[in-house]
């Protein structure tokens, strides 16, 4: 596992990623990826070392107390492959996210799957329990779509 803070070439490299598996995901919060916001969130979680390398594997989290405890909590962000060097697997990056939480003090990790249930039975293997369902939905009707580029406030 490598803390990442990442030269202009290597970020080039994560975002680029990020676009391949925009173009190719079902999930439609995928489809709502801004490619320049995209960038400018990838690069803050990389200066702030919320980033880690593991393998071929980047993984973006947060962490923090929630509204319901104040136990700090490890929020995996965004797990994505963006090279194929190394050929481990995903549950590598999996695993990382319990030396994270131990480094952190976190007593608790959340994790997601908006890519249509392909992690979640890695996840279910590696011990996390489903808490529900994440529902998503695009708004397609009222504001323009150009509008909610706009940085102001209702």
């Not at 173009?23 to 320049?36: G, I, L």
């Not at 194929?84 to 697997?89: C, L, T």
Request: aromatic share 10%.
């Amino acid at each position: 596992m490598k803390m990442v803070t990442a030269e202009l070439a290597k970020r080039q490299q994560y975002f680029e990623a990020l676009l391949k598996l925009r173009a190719k995901s079902p999930s439609a919060k995928m489809a709502m990826v801004e490619p320049a916001r995209a960038f400018i969130g990838l690069t803050e979680f990389l200066e702030q070392g919320r980033a880690v390398e593991v393998g071929d594997y980047l993984v973006l989290y947060d962490f923090g107390p929630t509204w319901y405890s104040s136990k700090l909590h490890l929020i995996e962000e965004l797990t994505i492959r963006f090279q194929r060097v190394y050929n481990n697997p995903v549950t590598d990056a999996i695993a990382a996210l319990d030396d994270i939480a131990r480094h952190i003090g976190a007593r608790a990790i959340a994790v997601g799957d908006t890519q249509i249930g392909l992690m979640t039975p890695y996840y279910l293997a590696a011990g996390y329990t489903p808490l529900g369902t994440q529902l998503f939905k695009e708004i397609k009707y009222g504001v323009p779509s150009e509008d909610h580029r706009s940085s102001g406030a209702d």
